[in-house]
């Protein structure tokens, strides 16, 4: 037997509006979240491809072969180019002096400076196996902000390697990174 339950309409829009408000305050807590998610801009693998191409081009014309890689803020690598002919061991170079110049903010060779002066610093070149404490490494900074580095290896000097850098940073529109000329 099927019981019927006469229920009248105020019951059944206050019901109504129970349900839309709990679901309400459920939304309201996700966009509360939301605001609490820290806002960081990425830097497009478009813009990687290209500074690692001008970073290239820049060592051939010179007459160097090397390899240009370029990572993301949490030196994630985005873009590597490897020129005809760069050594095997240029890949692995580029890549851990984005890497380092990504995670420290700073330009590899001022950190190479900055060991060498300070002894006691020694214990940054083993952070992790990713380091690599050689000049050709720069941020790239956008806006004032640092979305992430390109690393240069190959060229017949680590001062060779940060102008080729540079050029890569040139070529889109980041912050000039060059270490100060010693």
Same mark, same amino acid.
């Given at each position: 037997?099927?019981?019927?339950?006469?229920?009248?309409?105020?019951?059944?829009?206050?019901?109504?509006?129970?349900?839309?408000?709990?679901?309400?305050? $459920?939304?309201? $807590?996700?966009?509360?979240?939301?605001?609490?998610?820290?806002?960081?801009?990425?830097?497009?693998? $478009?813009? +990687?491809?290209? +500074?690692? *191409?001008?970073?290239?081009?820049?060592?051939?014309?010179?007459?160097?072969?090397?390899?240009? @890689?370029?990572?993301?803020?949490?030196?994630?690598?985005?873009?590597?180019?490897?020129?005809?002919?760069?050594?095997?061991? %240029?890949?692995?170079? @580029?890549?851990?002096?984005?890497? %380092?110049?990504? @995670?420290?903010?700073?330009?590899?060779?001022?950190?190479?400076?900055?060991?060498?002066? *300070?002894?006691?610093? *020694?214990?940054?070149?083993?952070?992790?196996? @990713?380091?690599?404490?050689?000049?050709?490494?720069?941020?790239?900074?956008?806006?004032?902000?640092?979305? $992430?580095?390109?690393?240069?290896?190959?060229?017949?000097?680590?001062?060779?390697?940060?102008?080729?850098?540079?050029?890569?940073?040139?070529?889109?529109?980041?912050?000039?990174?060059?270490?100060?000329?010693?």
């Amino acid at each position: 037997m099927v019981e019927r339950i006469h229920v009248s309409g105020r019951l059944v829009r206050c019901a109504g509006f129970l349900a839309a408000a709990l679901m309400a305050a $459920g939304w309201l $807590g996700a966009a509360h979240a939301a605001d609490e998610l820290p806002k960081e801009s990425v830097l497009p693998a $478009g813009l +990687a491809g290209k +500074a690692a *191409q001008a970073a290239l081009d820049a060592c051939k014309k010179d007459g160097y072969r090397v390899s240009a @890689s370029v990572v993301d803020r949490a030196g994630v690598l985005r873009a590597m180019l490897r020129a005809d002919g760069a050594g095997p061991h %240029t890949v692995d170079s @580029s890549r851990k002096k984005a890497y %380092t110049a990504a @995670s420290l903010r700073r330009a590899t060779s001022e950190l190479a400076d900055m060991i060498a002066k *300070q002894p006691a610093l *020694q214990a940054l070149r083993e952070m992790n196996e @990713s380091i690599l404490m050689v000049g050709g490494g720069l941020p790239i900074e956008i806006a004032g902000e640092v979305v $992430g580095a390109i690393g240069v290896g190959g060229a017949p000097g680590t001062h060779l390697d940060d102008a080729c850098a540079e050029a890569g940073l040139d070529a889109i529109g980041a912050a000039s990174k060059m270490p100060a000329a010693k």
